[in-house]
């Protein structure tokens, strides 16, 4: 019986009924889950319909748990040849997510202030995630997830830096500007939000510099904001480009010996 | 004759100036018809030439029924190996366009509002699209259309990452925002324009978080709306990047053994 | 006496100094016409020192004029196998540019229209393209002008559909939003402007949809701004990379021919 | 004695407890040091803890310099093979940011004008370059680096480019609009000011253009925009590509042919 409840909550295989009824409504729960979530911040809403709300969240959370349990009990099948398959895969992020999913409603105290327990139900929003893995677009999904690891560690440098010239540009910008409008620009970490506003391209337009001054380093920084973009872009396009040619390569390629001129590829 | 105006109507061959004739008038036709519903959107001119603008749409729909009757009586003449060639053609996507650009004329109650009536004639549009076929840059067209299928599986699931950061993001920005600007955030669904506005950088200035929490946030989310943006435009590029040096390839590749003379492609 | 004055006015060769000077004091006439442009836009520098601007003018006029009759005699030595070597220098772009950034002052009823002259006397911006061909990073702005003339057709292409999107998009939002704010969009045309700022991302905020439906629509805008901005960076990059990899690839390509194992390349 | 503190101040070995523990404290006094800059651009806080932030900046400059003349005494360790190795030191780009960060508050015509101090300040920020020295993400940052070195020619131009561009917008746009909108486009400077706000996509929405004439040359301008963004982002993700293509190819060169047994690597 725990075999069978493995492969129903596993995800299904072709021709297994119950396995694929599971799925789905589970993916149907959790879209529901944040459908109500959505709908719940409508004040009328929320208030003509409240004990229905009740109700749904003390079946999602009970079905949520059931489910959760379940995982968690048959993670030695999940895991065959891991000495501890349950507490492996209570530490797997998608066991935490499931579980930050849950908890909180079994805590009164966190599920008393209701702008915190929303928060919380956002974790929900990861449980959607499990959707990638059923649908066919599961391979492109990997390319892009294995472009962005290959390239993490100068991804990272590049948000490292753009930090660096965020910080610099605030100090510079509260430096030049805070005398002329103090409503604006009353400190550095206020500052700090034109200066993200600004290298982002965004602008709001909420905050700008009005000094002649302030307008020189500001069309300095905009410029650098160009080159902050471009150089992630950069990198995740450099990627992409090897990860496509890479595959295409290895099919196209043809090698031959020099010195007998037998076909190296087999 | 039924060849003959098959021959017409198709794109012109060399020489064929009644078919030449016919498609540039269709194209001009087509550009009047879209300058007409540019002019009429001015209310004095709507008002002053409010009987011109009718006759011409009259004119307009009479010819561009004329053309699909005829396209759909020729249709076995386009698809010679067909089955059943009308029925394909009339589900063709151009000819769906076709119909959908004259179908609501003959509709009274679709035809009396006349806001629904400017949206239907948009799709006048697309037979704009025609212009492509006949223009000299179609090649480029095709490359670019070529490019956007092969990585169309990565471009929609980035395009379902960006939908689920946005809804995430719109959903913390609710629960931060709300109890300061009730006005700005009512619900999820106007936090979630907040959210399109900043993570496409469009930034219109309309809305945005006036809290240090909220702030902190939007920086987070606009940082991470550079990657969004980065991911597509790094496959794109990747995919382009792979199609010039895979079409340089394929010229390149006819080598000779300068010593043996024997051809190097097998 | 025709060679030596064709030899000063040609870019320098190392050692020429008399070509040397004259070239840099061309150069910085420019720049001072155009920083003259620059300072009369300040309404009191123009009244103040409105004397000094016209004989500045006056002076510039007439070395300009003098180096254009100049290049247009010594025109038979630039290309010594035309046929008619003035008549191809006269219909040059760079002497379009430099003719544009004199003719007008010896027009009288041009002149007289202060503004129209002002536009006009901007051709002289043109002429400091000269300085590309002074600088040492010729070969880099070489490199730059053939990555875009290789995908020219597809950039033009990327144009097209981006207005195609604009103009559908405008009059969507025409009909959606002219009915609750007929100010901020009046007609097509005014539409056509939020399109154009929101399809770049520039997002002024001066004109932005407060409709639900409108908004919907400005969503699914802007998330294809995105794509309409990648397509042009895709293809662009696409270009460099392989503008960059061509380069690099034969220096390091060895080839060995399959049948005799000799190398290919010499 | 001298040996014992080059080593100290030098990066850490493995297993060199004291020299870690040097480096680490100056980091940390570095970022409390940019940490107090912001703190004291708080008001209230800065006038109650006047004296404590006094203290403060006396102990980090002392520890600042007496690093600073060590750093330079050891000099002839660092540059074993130099002439002048002292000299060579002083004038290196992370000296003189020390010299900057200290030098100031030595000079107390300087110190008088606490604004400008702010600002000298800020060359702390550089010093904080040094914590890239001890990460494990530095060869990341040599790719970037190298990178932009190799398209540095390239991407000059682009911002050259750009700037032409911006001028040219600039007084276009005050052309036109300066007679509607004094107050918005008072001379070519201000001008300039929209130009690159418009350019690089910020769209801070302070200025725009409300002719048509002004808003056709805008429209036109952002579309230009769109591709002088795209071209230092092709030039760094064709950089890239070739960055990642290239050190993938280096390890895989190493092929032997099965035949045979040869090396294929000359």
Known sequence: MKKRIFAIISKAEDGDLASAIFDYSIMALIVLSVLSIILESYQDIATKYASL???????????????????????????????????????????????????????????????FLRMIRLFRLFRLLRIFKLGRYFTALQIIVHVLKE???QLIISVVICMFVMLFSAIIMYTVENPVQPEQFPNVIA?????????????????YPITTVGR???????????????????????????????????????????YCGKSLDK
Chains 1, 2, 3, 4 share one sequence.
């Open 53 to 115: 709300f009740s109700v749904f969240e003390v079946v999602t959370v009970a079905v949520f748990s059931i489910e959760y349990i379940a995982r968690i009990w048959t993670a030695d099948l999940l895991y065959p040849d891991s000495k501890h398959p349950h507490v492996k895969y209570v530490l797997s992020f998608m066991a935490i997510m499931d579980l930050m999913a849950i908890l909180p409603f079994y805590l009164p105290f966190i599920s008393a202030d209701l702008r």
């Open 151 to 153: 390239s993490a560690a």
């Open 191 to 207: 500052s700090l939000w034109w200066a993200i506003c600004t290298l982002t391209t965004v602008g709001y337009g909420d905050v």
């Open 216 to 258: 020189f380093f500001a069309a300095v920084i905009s410029l650098v904001g160009i080159g902050i973009i471009a150089i992630p872009t950069g990198i995740i396009a450099g990627g992409f480009s090897n990860a496509i040619s890479g595959s295409e390569q290895k099919k196209e390629e043809k090698h031959y010996c020099p």
